[in-house]
């Protein structure tokens, strides 16, 4: 169990101000007419502010993950939430965070656009989690830790108890993304948030529920953190179409669990492919729905791939990814397609 002092370590113009307090934060409910939000009287449905706090979706979405509303935020994508966590808990020129490396790309890019020092502590060459290396980066001002489970380029679960030791040692919050949980099999750290105020897992519709195009993105943590963020989002952060759009589409919850399991399904089989192809030297053991794949010559095979309009994601400049390409498991079709487009590469 980890129980930090999350006000202290919260920045102090954060903690002093106080939300903007929209109309629609003022009046809640039924109204004949709404003319205190200086919004168009035409053009209904649309003419009208979304509602700042999702509470219809927040509902589903509570009922889904079996977590209290006041334990979730939804943003513009998990990025909003990422971006949010910094411009919280970290002073600018003074405070750094942890995250393992290689991981996504997005938490370097925020720490940078918020001017903190960025302190990388590489994972283990079979990519697994060095929990004591994480510590041991750690000093009085580094305010996150970011860790990526499946993680994203090389597509493995960290181990649970490594997990858990962080989040148990490190005297700040410990950001878990678990983008790609639902391809993993795994339920996840989501049961683990309410024993630890200083863990926030990050959730998103843009993967399994394939709804990449809507932007959202959800973080769930101790109620204390969940409210500074939603203090400092932006008032109408997740508009109106998005938030009907993404109720109706959990309404069909079993779409995403069909889909999830043709992908594992697809991803079995494009492993086992991609082995037979002489080009590649290693297909790494993946809990998502992509491949990190070792290859001869990535950057020749990329070209190759990209002049029969097949794109992928060239990885091998990434640390302890050399030679590697990231492929995102597709349709069956677009996957037979790229096992013969390598087949042809290997007859060259
Ligand atoms: C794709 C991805 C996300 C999703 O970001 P959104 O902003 O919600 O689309 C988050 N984390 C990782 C590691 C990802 O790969």
Known sequence: MANINVNAITRENIRAMKAYSSARDEFQGEASCFMDANENPYNSPLNRYPDPHQRILKKEISRLYNIDDSGIFLGNGSDEAIDLLFRAFCIPGKSNVISMDPSYGMYEVCAAINDIEFRKVLLRNDFSLDADAILAAADENSRLVFLCSPNNPSSNLLDKNSILKIVRNFKGIVVLDEAYIDFSGFEGMLPEVKNNNNLVVLRTFSKAWGMAGVRLGMAFADKEIIEILTRIKYPYNVNQLSQDIMLEHIKKNGLKNKWVEEIVKARKFLEKELLKIDAVLEVYPSDANFLLVKTKDPKRIY??????????????????????????????????????????????
């Not at 070209?303 to 349709?331: H, M, P, Q, W, Y």
């Open 303 to 348: 070209n190759f791939l990209k002049d029969k309009g097949i794109i992928v994601r060239d990885r091998s400049a990434v640390s302890l990814s050399e030679g590697c390409l990231r492929i995102t498991v597709g349709t069956e079709s677009e996957n037979d397609t790229l096992l013969k487009a390598l087949i042809q590469y290997d007859n060259l």
